[in-house]
């Protein structure tokens, strides 16, 4: 489970990712993989748009290499017209040192 603080950080970038805001989705993470062109490139190739599917559809996986406590976060993204999973998902790497959350966007796609 993650952190309250790590939540937020993930809650943030995927709302910033579903109002078409990649800029800003870019700017809210630590480090990613993905440019904002990326992004717009995948995101506005949908034909409706999505809504985050809630936490508890989040598959949290821990990462147990290092004295550091992260986390893998995929987070399926939800048509709305079909109230279905869409075929898109976020993945991020997912931290908290000194209480602030360390997130990398590490991708968007098609699993």
Sequence with gaps: MLPPVAEIAVRE???????????????????????ADDLAKVMEGEVTFQSASGV???????I???????????????????SSPSDLQVRLTVGVVGGKPIV????????
Excluded: M, Q
């Design 13 to 35: 970038i995927i709302t910033a990712l579903l109002a078409g805001n990649f800029d800003h989705a870019i700017f809210l993470t630590s480090k990613s993989r993905c440019s």
């Design 64 to 82: 147990t290499s290092d004295e550091t406590e992260r986390w893998s976060v995929f987070v399926p993204l939800w048509d709305d017209n079909e």
């Design 56 to 62: 508890s559809r989040w598959d949290v996986v821990p």
């Design 104 to 111: 990398t966007l590490d991708d968007i796609l098609v699993p």
